[in-house]
């Protein structure tokens, strides 16, 4: 049965909101199928505003792989901001997407990429202004199946209840293989209804259904066991890992915004996961192992995204860009074929003793010499020792110092606070650092026009990480340390004035560390949040700290018991069974060795320390290099 369009109930509602044009679609590279010829049909989800969802990989990745699927049908949605969500509930506008501005209840699927934990409540305002229950379990037939992915969705617990399904890791082939489940469901007449279909969907061991799990808590409120509550759902659900980078060069088409948006530039990542083992680094862990794009593709992929979108700007994205084993002749290559044209590149991360400033050069060849990020993210030694961030601080002073000889003026610093065994000296330790930076600066270029722009985060322990067993430190610590250190700098006569320091209070953290390795009961907190008006927590002019602890404390929920509390080795976590491929006592010998200060190398370079992914999950480290080189192209 076709689907009406909700254009024009939506148009008329255009002129009385902010950014009306992000709510339009119609951007370059978007597509629109036609309904009625297509049985399977999935709504793509970025939680977040257009301007930052738009520009997500992940969701653009999966866009284009299934609307190339035959019988297929992908559309985007993202959520509204709150003028235009009163608007729809006064006028009974339900959630849209983008591209036909079909409702998203009409869709099979709802697929929501979750890279923070912050739009949680961002799902719940979609789900109700679809016309969605909330609660999976008060689902109907006609509902699409909710299912989760994205880095988030490795801890899926406290949304547990809302969802239907989560899937970890890789999307690109179990999305086609769930959109091949459903087909064949479909096409036999949707047999068991709902529940079948989520059954097939479990048996196969690649998709979480939560419901198909009980948890039993001891008496102090700890996990007992998490157990399948049916015959034929596997125990544990592993990660999707894609082998072959070079096999889905996507996106291969970007989209192009209208919009104003955070990133406007055609990225390409140059390679998937991270062996470098910092152990705050829950992307590093749960991407593992390595697996490099090859510099033909890569080169073949940006003449192409390039030629498609018009974009003049170029991101070879990554976790640790600069440690492809080919990035120099990719710089080279790509800076040589667009020399004299308007496209620039940018390598948006990258590490001190990776970086060399050949590659820099070549990076700016083409475009402005803006500022050089570095992230050292512990302010002392032993703090970098604790998380595995081999920099010491001669590779910094020597590696900021060519950046600043060579011409670079700025240079920003990226560090965490509250870093499990932190002390108050540790995070005076960055204040020193910056403070040495100057300096060389001023001694290699003979000037006082250099400066360095301080920046903290405030740490976060993860699920699927050493730290997962960490007691999170509370904001009012982090608070004391980050006012002491600001002070430390201010007060400095000689470099106070060439320093720049950007921080947030501790308190998003609480929240954050509360979503990361919550359990189910954490779900009633997000939902009274969410119905006390909470929205976009995610940005500090929507999010409110008081908010979540009048939620939590109104729901029984003990804030401290899942932030600041370490958990002992043989605590059973909410996530124990979703299986990253790491092996649970390495990661604990791991956090074990943090404490101790011991460091790990990285085992593209060193032999396999085991911590268990490549052998539980049947892959291996690909890297270069290939030897191979990038030829220029004819600009016309
Ligand atoms: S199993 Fe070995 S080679 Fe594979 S990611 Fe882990 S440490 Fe590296």
Redesign the pocket.
């Known amino acids: 049965m076709s689907v009406e369009s909700l254009f024009p109930r939506l148009e008329a509602l255009l002129p009385r909101v902010q950014k009306p044009i992000q709510y339009v679609g119609g951007e370059l590279n978007s597509t629109v199928k036609d309904w009625d010829e297509t049985t399977v049909r999935w709504a793509l989800m970025y939680p977040d505003a257009y301007e930052v969802g738009l520009p997500n990989q992940g969701v653009q990745i999966l866009y284009e792989i299934l609307n190339e699927l035959p019988e297929t049908l992908a559309e985007r949605t993202y959520a509204v901001w709150p003028d235009l969500e009163a608007l729809m509930r006064s006028e009974g506008v339900p959630q849209f997407t983008v591209d036909a501005h079909r409702p998203v209840r009409a869709f099979d699927v709802l697929g929501l990429s979750f890279s923070t934990e912050l739009g949680y409540t961002n799902m719940l305002t979609a789900l109700d202004l679809a016309g969605i229950p909330l609660e999976a379990a008060d689902r109907g037939e006609d509902d699409p199946i909710v299912l989760a992915g994205g880095h988030a969705a490795f801890n899926p617990e406290p949304i547990a209840d809302f969802l239907d399904a989560a899937v970890l890791g890789d999307g690109e082939q179990i999305a086609i293989a769930i959109t091949e489940v459903i087909r064949e469901w479909k096409a036999e007449g949707s047999p068991g209804g709902r529940d079948g279909l989520l059954m097939r969907l479990a048996e196969s061991g690649g998709v979480y259904v939560p419901k198909f799990y009980d948890v039993d808590y001891h008496p102090d409120g700890r996990i007992q066991r998490v157990a399948p509550n049916r015959s034929g759902v596997p125990w544990r659900i592993h990660k999707h890992t894609v082998m072959d980078l070079d096999e889905w060069p996507y996106p291969k088409k970007p989209l192009v915004p209208l919009a104003e948006t955070v990133h406007e530039r055609f990225s390409v990542e140059i390679f998937r996961g991270c062996?470098r083992g910092c152990r705050f680094c829950q992307a590093g862990m749960i991407t593992?192992?390595v697996r490099e794009r090859s510099i033909t593709t890569i080169g073949d992929m940006v003449e192409a995204g390039v030629k498609a979108s018009g974009f003049n700007e170029v991101g070879l994205l990554s976790l640790s860009s600069a440690d492809h084993s080919e990035i120099g002749e990719v710089a080279k290559g790509l800076a040589d074929r667009y020399e004299g044209t308007n496209t620039s590149l940018s390598l948006p991360s990258t590490r001190v003793d990776a970086f060399n400033i050949d590659l820099a050069n070549e990076f700016s060849r083409n475009g402005r010499r803006s500022g050089l990020t570095f992230a050292p993210e512990g302010g002392s030694e032993r703090m970098r020792k604790v998380i595995n961030k081999m920099v010491t601080e001669e590779d910094l002073i020597r590696t900021v110092s060519t950046a600043y000889t060579q011409g670079w003026r700025q240079v920003k610093l990226y560090f965490m606070c509250g870093l499990p065994t932190e002390e108050d000296a540790d995070v005076q330790g960055i204040a020193d650092l910056a403070k040495k930076v100057i300096k060389a600066g001023r001694e290699a270029t003979g000037s006082r026009d250099v400066r360095c722009t301080v920046s903290i985060g405030g740490f976060v322990p993860k699920p699927h990480t050493p730290f997962q067993w960490a007691g999170q430190a509370d904001h009012e610590t982090v608070d004391r340390r980050l006012k002491a250190l600001k002070e430390a700098l201010r007060g400095d006569r000689d470099y106070g004035r060439a320093i720049g320091l950007r921080y947030h209070d501790g308190k998003p953290s609480i929240v954050e560390g509360l979503l990361s390795r919550g359990d189910r009961r954490v779900g009633e907190v997000i939902r009274a949040v969410w119905a006390d008006g909470g929205r976009f927590d995610g940005w500090s002019e929507h999010f409110s700290y008081q908010r979540w602890m009048d939620a939590a404390a109104k729901v029984g929920v003990d804030v401290d018991w899942y932030t600041t509390r370490e958990r002992e080795e043989n605590e059973v976590l909410p996530w124990d069974h979703l299986d990253a491929g790491l092996d649970r006592e390495w990661l604990w010998q791991d956090w074990q060795d943090a404490v101790n200060d011991v460091e790990v190398e990285d085992?593209r370079w060193t032999p396999?320390?085991?911590?268990?992914?490549?052998?539980t999950m049947g892959t291996e480290?690909q890297i270069g290099p290939t030897g191979k080189k990038l030829l220029p192209l004819t600009v016309v």
């Not at 396999?608 to 052998?615: E, F, L, R, S």
């Open positions: 062996t593992r192992p085992c396999c320390y085991d911590c268990g992914v490549c052998p480290i």
